[in-house]
């Protein structure tokens, strides 16, 4: 069965940097788009950025040139790279695959950026 694993999240600062992990399995990982998601508290989970299959990348606005998208196939392993991070970035991020019709999420990880 799918599941994802995400990794990573925790307290930082304003400016600060940190790089998620998602782990997936249960399916042919190089052959799926992955996607990043966020929900911030009080507010809808929104999409963050994803992935394609042959490593084609797009992202949020407000995230571009601040947040890097990647994906090693080896190991089934998808990364968000999050740079010069703001209090507005405070959320918990979920790692997302489209599998057979149905979308898939991991539990999550927490990021908290302070001011």
């Known amino acids: 069965q799918v599941q994802l694993v995400e990794s990573g999240g925790g307290l930082v600062q304003a400016g600060d940097s940190l790089r998620l992990s998602c782990a997936a399995s249960?399916?042919?990982?190089?052959?799926?788009?992955m996607n990043w998601y966020r929900q911030a508290p009080g507010k809808l989970r929104e999409w963050v950025a994803g992935?394609?299959?042959?490593?084609?990348?797009n992202y949020l606005d407000s995230v571009k040139g601040r947040f890097a998208i990647s994906r090693d196939n080896a190991k089934n392993t998808m990364y968000l790279q999050m740079n010069s991070l703001q209090p507005e970035d405070t959320a918990v991020y979920y790692c997302?695959?489209?599998?057979?019709?149905?979308?898939?999420w991991g539990k999550g990880t927490l990021v908290t950026v302070s001011s």
């Open positions: 997302n695959v489209y599998y057979g019709g149905m979308p898939y």
């Open positions: 992935i394609g299959s042959g490593g084609t990348t």
């Open positions: 249960g399916f042919t990982f190089s052959s799926y788009v």
